[in-house]
């Protein structure tokens, strides 16, 4: 669980989580212009802010992984989660981070990629 305005540890993916982040496979997969036969929740973590962001690594395919970052608003907003930035190019090693860096992320049109801290 996520301290408020932190990053809590990592877990494994929960149904709820995993449901999330499927039906926002389409999303994800369109901001990385690729289409995956795999797509596989394997852990996350959070961070309690106005709502909830999600940091999730997704396996798609192989020894391939992208990392995404879906933020769950409040529930009185009545508002569905949406997706706020994707990442590929990791496999099992890479680590869930908070920090971008410009190389191959998406996010609303930037490029940039997750760095690795707190192993995930």
């Not at 690729?34 to 962001?53: H, I, R």
């Not at 992208?66 to 907003?77: A, G, R, T």
């Not at 090693?93 to 990629?113: K, M, N, Y």
Request: charged residues 25%; glycine residues 6%.
């Amino acid at each position: 669980m996520a301290t408020p305005g932190g990053f809590g540890s990592a877990e494994e993916v929960t149904d709820e989580v995993k449901d999330m982040v499927v039906a926002l496979q389409e999303a994800i997969q369109e901001s990385l212009s690729k289409e995956y036969d795999t797509f596989d929740p394997v852990s996350y973590v959070t961070q309690v802010v106005a709502g909830t962001n999600y940091l999730v690594k997704v396996h798609v395919g192989e020894s391939d992984y992208v990392h995404v970052k879906i933020h769950e608003p409040l529930p009185h907003k009545n508002e569905a989660p949406r997706l706020m930035e994707a990442s590929s190019g990791h496999d099992a090693d890479t680590a869930l981070h908070v920090a971008w860096v410009e190389t191959d992320r998406t996010s609303l049109g930037c490029r940039g990629t997750l760095v690795a801290k707190d192993p995930v």
